[in-house]
């Protein structure tokens, strides 16, 4: 069975500090992979997608990127954070197989920047 | 983007059936009515999606109204597990393979004892 983990589980890094947050999947091959951040008390913004090795798309500009060195693996970095970057951020995971199919959520990581 | 429409939030109670109503006036003919519900501090849980007819799977029914234009997620009997934010997304192609959830604020559903 395919499985998603994310981690790490909460974060607390002091403003102007790098990022870096990874997330993998097992149990499958080429997945489509995704980044969203959830401000407190708000929806879920898409941040990145990637349908494959090095091919990353952006959906706002922001402070933040991603990097996919491996067919699994999904990394969200930052050089410098920023007080706004706080948030819950999710890694997501779905086949290639076009919009009728669902998506897998990782547990996600609480970013709280200081 | 197409953008959804849903009440903000939703009171029920447990044993009871449930409604949850989302409003799409901009659907595309490819556009899919996906369901996930996200419980505090977890990732969204994929709950149900369709494209044109009514579904049923062993978490919730998806009922599509004959235009598109609206749907609802029906919990037939609500237990206290299912209090949730509850949100209604349309799933469009987005170049070559990749497709795109995007989230609104959703439906919070309280449900009481």
């Known amino acids: 069975s395919q499985t998603i983990h994310q981690w790490p589980a909460t974060l607390v890094q002091p403003v102007g500090s790098p990022l870096s947050l990874e997330c993998t999947v097992e149990?499958?091959?080429?997945?489509?992979l995704y980044w969203y951040r959830q401000a407190a008390g708000r929806g879920l913004q898409l941040l990145f997608y990637?349908?494959?090795?090095?091919?990353i798309s952006s959906e706002v500009p922001q402070n933040l990127s991603a990097s996919r060195p491996q067919d699994r693996q999904f990394i969200l970095s930052s050089k410098k954070l920023l007080l706004s970057d706080s948030g819950f951020y999710l890694c997501?995971?779905?086949?290639?197989?076009?919009?009728?199919?669902?998506?897998?959520f990782g547990q996600g990581t609480r970013l709280t920047v200081v | 983007d197409a953008k959804t429409t849903q009440p903000n939030s939703m009171e029920s109670n447990e044993e009871e059936p449930v409604h949850l109503p989302c409003n799409h006036s901009?659907?595309?003919?490819?556009?899919?009515i996906h369901w996930y519900r996200q419980l505090p501090s977890q990732g969204p849980e994929y709950v149900i999606h369709?494209?044109?007819s009514n579904v049923n799977n062993r978490m919730a029914s998806l009922a599509i109204a004959e235009d598109r234009k609206s749907s609802t997620l029906i919990l037939h009997r609500a237990t206290l597990r299912d209090a949730a934010v509850y949100y209604c997304?349309?799933?469009?192609?987005?170049?070559?393979?990749?497709?795109?959830?995007?989230f609104g604020k959703g439906t919070l559903l309280t449900v009481n004892p």
């Open positions: 149990g499958t091959s080429n997945p489509n």
């Open positions: 901009t659907i595309s003919g490819t556009d899919y």
């Open positions: 990637s349908v494959g090795i090095g091919q």
């Open positions: 369709g494209l044109t």
């Open positions: 997304i349309l799933s469009y192609q987005s170049g070559g393979s990749n497709y795109k959830l995007t």
């Open positions: 997501a995971w779905s086949t290639p197989q076009g919009p009728g199919t669902e998506a897998f």
